[in-house]
């Protein structure tokens, strides 16, 4: 009409510089075990402190067990390998400028291990095992270090509060690195 010659922009809620995305990376050890995660991950900056998002992870756990070999008598070493996949959701809060707390439900697609067997040439174990899918929640918290409104580096440790039995990746502490990144800055 030509009391308004020009479109007006409509007004999002969204505002797609609060969006971060980047990788993430985790580790934990034990005596004679160790796991560790990668994880990208997307979120939303609902405030500058408060934000939500969602990984796909690959978790990867393998540990070393005695036994003895059933042809030769002798002492052996076993290696239970359990790759697992991951999708969760998660909450951070930023704590002041450097601290950062974190509270993430996953789910986990893991490799359970039905019952073992012997080669009888060899010895050696043989292992029949499926998928399962387990639970698991993450609390913990740890450093953070901005550099922008919203993006952000983060050092945490997490614990898993389910322990499950078959989520042995988690069943020491979780120590995580990443990156988050608004890859759309107002100019």
């Known amino acids: 009409s030509a009391l308004y010659p020009y479109k007006q922009k409509k007004n999002s809620k969204i505002d797609r510089t ?7 990376l985790g580790f934990g050890a034990a005596y004679r075990a160790f796991s560790f ?10 405030t500058d402190r408060f934000y939500a998002g969602a990984t796909i992870g690959f978790n990867y756990f393998q540990s070393a ?6 042809v030769t008598g002798q002492p052996d070493v ?3 390998k359990l790759p697992a996949y991951s999708l969760s959701v998660y909450a951070r809060y930023l704590l002041g400028n450097f601290l950062i707390l974190n509270v993430e439900p996953e789910i986990n697609n ?21 998928r399962l899918f387990v639970p698991s929640f993450l609390v913990g918290g740890g450093y ?3 550099f922008g409104r919203y993006s952000h580096s983060y050092l945490m440790v997490c614990y898993d509060l389910i322990q499950n039995p078959n989520a042995r990746y988690y069943q020491t502490l979780d120590f995580r690195a990443g990156i988050l990144l608004s ?4 100019r």
Do not use: M
Request: aromatic letters at 16%.
């Open 18 to 24: 609060r969006f971060l995305v980047g990788p993430g």
């Open 37 to 46: 995660n990668i994880a990208p991950s997307l979120a939303y900056c609902f």
């Open 65 to 70: 067990e005695d036994y003895t070999n059933v």
């Open 78 to 80: 076993y290696r239970v």
């Open 110 to 130: 893991t490799k359970f291990i039905n019952d073992y067997s012997y080669n009888l040439n060899t010895g050696k174990i043989i292992e029949h095992s499926t």
């Open 144 to 146: 953070t270090q901005r």
């Open 183 to 186: 890859l759309w800055n107002k």
